[in-house]
């Protein structure tokens, strides 16, 4: 499973909700790390798709979505429970 995570350089929660669910259940990933001048277009030609805002989670390629998008999709594979612990 290759997990890439897409975030802005500043902090935002929902990256951090997600980068701890992660780390916690170790599953590897990478992250692409993009500033506020970086317009959406550039974001998106980089995803390789259409980007509307970030943090955003893609799995093997195909779009996951955010933080409960990413619960939702681990449970379903049987990766992590609803609480979201292994």
């Known amino acids: 499973m290759n997990v890439e995570l897409f975030v802005y350089d ?3 929660k929902s990256a951090l909700d ?10 590897k990933f990478s992250v692409q790390v993009f500033n506020d001048e970086d317009s ?11 980007v509307r805002r970030l943090p955003m989670v893609s799995v093997d390629g195909k ?7 990413l619960i939702e999709f681990l449970v379903n594979e049987g990766i992590i429970n609803y609480q979201g612990k292994s």
């Open 40 to 50: 959406l277009d550039y974001i998106s030609n980089q995803v390789g798709e259409t």
């Open 10 to 12: 500043k902090f935002d």
């Open 18 to 27: 997600i980068l701890t669910l992660l780390e916690n259940n170790s599953i």
């Open 63 to 69: 779009r996951v979505g955010r933080y409960y998008d």
